[in-house]
């Protein structure tokens, strides 16, 4: 993704682990639907989400 990118994710969960290391700025947003029309859930991270270059803002994201 590019900076300023906006990732969506369906509301449910993921056991794969997750490193951001490319220094690149993006939003995760969580809790989508499976037709990607209303994000009123949440999305779990079960396994360690690890951020060593760039930023990420998330929204309806639960690290658990």
Same mark, same amino acid.
């Given at each position: ?17 997750? /490193?951001?290391?490319? @220094?690149k700025?993006?939003t &995760?947003?969580?809790?989508?639907? %499976?037709?990607?029309?209303a =994000? /009123?859930?949440?999305? @779990?991270?079960?396994?360690? &989400?690890?951020?060593?270059?760039? %930023?990420?803002?998330?929204? =309806?994201?639960?690290?658990?």
């Amino acid at each position: 993704a590019q900076s300023g990118t906006t990732i969506e994710a369906w509301g449910i969960s993921f056991p794969e682990a997750l /490193t951001l290391n490319l @220094g690149k700025a993006f939003t &995760l947003r969580g809790g989508f639907n %499976a037709t990607y029309t209303a =994000n /009123t859930g949440t999305t @779990g991270i079960t396994a360690p &989400l690890t951020v060593t270059s760039g %930023a990420v803002t998330v929204e =309806n994201i639960v690290v658990q």
